[in-house]
């Protein structure tokens, strides 16, 4: 199984709140591992992706940050939440394809 | 770079009609082609692939022919239903050499009427 768990479904938070979203993946192990955002009637942003452990690429400069503490665990983080953080945040896996979590849906207040 | 460029929508379309979702792209190399649905509030889900050029990938009744001549990977569906009411996502990827990072189109809304 290349099963992605994502949580939570839904979150409202405040402006300036911190921010951790969590996903982890079962099968295969040492995955590259993908966060995007997908905001209201727009594509997909690759935020930030990870070929291991420790190992995170940002491909936009923002104030969100992901780590990956374990194989197949990779977080996405801030410290303080801004407006423009609300959207639908997806985690994926590289398979043969690629396999997305059902996502997150961020709105911050 | 990479680039996929897909047509606008929404497409709103009745009930058992023919559906052309357009998607072109820009690559160096060969990559292997995808098309993902995304139902509302879901994530996306894989619908079909093809990793050459002249392969055809099918799945639920849709098909797309990877085309190398004219850079194109356009989804088809004879007949739509409502329940392939969703957003469609054609990417492109190389699972050999080149960049492991998907490069995905903005995406292109359909809404099938009964």
């Known amino acids: 199984s290349q099963t992605i768990h994502q949580w939570p479904a839904t979150l409202v938070q405040p402006v300036g709140s911190p921010l951790s979203l969590e996903c982890t993946v079962e099968g295969t192990s040492n995955p590259n591992l993908y966060w995007y955002r997908q905001a209201a009637g727009r594509g997909l942003q690759l935020l930030f992706y990870s070929v291991g452990i420790g190992q995170i690429s940002s491909e936009v400069p923002q104030n969100l940050s992901a780590s990956r503490p374990q194989d197949r665990q990779f977080i996405l983080s801030s410290k303080k939440l801004l407006l423009s953080d609300s959207g639908f945040y997806l985690c994926?896996?590289?398979?043969?394809?690629?396999?997305f979590g059902s996502g997150t849906r961020l709105t911050v207040v | 770079g990479d680039s996929v460029t897909q047509m606008e929508g929404p497409v709103t379309l009745s009930e058992e009609a023919f559906l052309t979702i357009n998607c072109t792209y820009t690559a160096t190399g060969y990559p292997s082609l995808f098309w993902y649905v995304q139902y509302p509030g879901e994530g996306l889900q894989l619908l079909l692939k093809?990793?050459?050029?002249?392969d055809k990938g099918s799945n639920k009744g849709f098909e797309a022919t990877y085309r190398k001549e004219t850079t194109s990977f356009h989804l088809e569906k004879g007949s739509v239903q409502v329940s392939d009411s969703a957003v469609y996502f054609c990417a492109l990827s190389f699972t050999s050499g080149g960049s492991y990072i998907p490069t995905f189109g903005r995406g292109t809304s359909l809404i099938v009427h009964p």
């Open positions: 093809a990793t050459k050029a002249d």
């Open positions: 994926a896996r590289q398979d043969y394809g690629y396999t």
